[in-house]
């Protein structure tokens, strides 16, 4: 995931600068320089809104004609977009109809989804039935923005968890755009349902059942349930094609090594058999138990590997697990358990020790 600089760079609100200088609309940006050299310490939507009050000032009544100009200069694209959007989104009290036409052209030249969360935060209403009607747009990045725009979670954006409702007003666009001939589009709609099953997972189960099985569909469907298909649930498992009640026995996980230190890998075994007369579809997960300071333990869940098995057939798998540092996790030292999901059962935990 890109750091707030790597996303809006001084680098790239220069260059923002200079373009709008040299349109024929804004002469000078004084509450643009002004502002050049105050991003580091803010976040990605802190520079956003940082350059779009600037821009707003600079702009003043004439925004409309800048953006109009802006949109034909071929080197306006990228992250700097974002903070035109923005700005855009914030005259919608004024024009709401000519606020989400310009989210809507701003959107190819990198993505307008939090613009578009912004109007939808303020407008929901009135907002809605033009955004849902972007689902049926030529363009794949309005049609993405159809989606990514109304997810319950959005990263990085507001929550809006009344649209995992069952009657959410986006449900039919999603059906619409599931099998979307565009990956980009599907991957969006996938990623909002799978938002829906973290707060209703009935719906998310009902909707998924009901598109059909076109290749690209199933991928979706996949995705869409991926945090279901991780908690083993058995409606999750069964629409990808997994029986949780079929006959399989599991050994292990066996860890190589019982004691490891921070940096080191954790390498273990298992095998599966299945024990039915004929196949039999395993998806295989494995739960790593991790310590917490207060001598608890926080699980997390990592893929594995999916496989069909012949009747009678062993699957013997080794993987290694690295322990690492990494940002988003802080280690202890002390006992850890790791154990199997395989269809959605869990195994038996083994332990290790951690010396960090």
Not at 297 to 322: D, N, Q, Y
Request: proline letters at 6%; glycine letters at 4%; hydrophobic letters at 40%.
């Amino acid at each position: 995931m890109p750091t707030a600089n790597e996303m809006l760079s001084e680098a790239d609100f220069a260059t923002l600068i200079r373009i709008v200088t040299e349109s024929t609309v804004v002469k000078a940006a004084p509450e643009m320089l002004r502002t050049q050299g105050t991003l580091a310490p803010l976040g990605i939507h802190g520079r956003i809104d940082a350059i779009a009050n600037a821009l707003l000032a600079d702009a003043g009544a004439r925004f409309d004609d800048l953006c109009a100009a802006l949109l034909v200069v071929p080197e306006f694209t990228g992250w700097a977009t974002l903070a035109v959007s923005e700005a855009a989104a914030r005259r919608s009290d004024g024009d709401l109809d000519l606020a989400l036409d310009q989210v809507r052209q701003l959107t190819p030249l990198m993505t307008s989804e939090f613009a578009a969360r912004t109007i939808l935060l303020n407008h929901r209403d009135a907002a809605l039935p033009t955004i849902v009607g972007w689902a049926h747009d030529p363009d794949e990045h309005v049609r993405r923005l159809a989606s990514e725009c109304t997810r319950p979670r959005l990263p990085w954006g507001a929550r809006m968890d009344e649209f995992a409702a069952d009657d959410a007003p986006t449900r039919q666009m999603l059906d619409h755009l599931h099998d979307d001939e565009s990956a980009y589009v599907r991957r969006s709609v996938a990623n909002h349902v799978n938002d829906v099953s973290r707060l209703n997972p009935e719906r998310a189960i009902a909707q998924t059942r009901s598109w059909d099985v076109s290749p690209a569909a199933a991928q979706s469907v996949r995705h869409a349930l991926r945090t279901l298909i991780k908690q083993g649930h058995p409606d999750a498992l069964r629409l990808i094609g997994v029986d949780s009640e079929r006959r399989i026995s599991v050994t292990g996980p066996l860890v190589q090594r019982t004691a490891i230190a921070l940096g080191e890998s954790l390498t273990f075994d298992f095998e599966i058999r299945n024990d039915e007369p004929d196949t039999t579809r395993v998806v295989v997960d494995y739960i790593v138990h991790f310590a917490k300071a207060n001598g608890s333990t926080l699980p997390k869940t990592f893929k594995l590997a999916a496989r069909t098995l012949a009747p009678g057939e062993r699957w013997h798998c080794t993987r290694t697990h690295p322990i690492v540092p990494i940002s988003t996790r802080r280690y202890y030292t002390g006992p850890h358990q790791i154990q199997l999901q395989v269809n959605g059962r869990l195994g038996d935990l083994t332990e290790f020790t951690l010396t960090v």
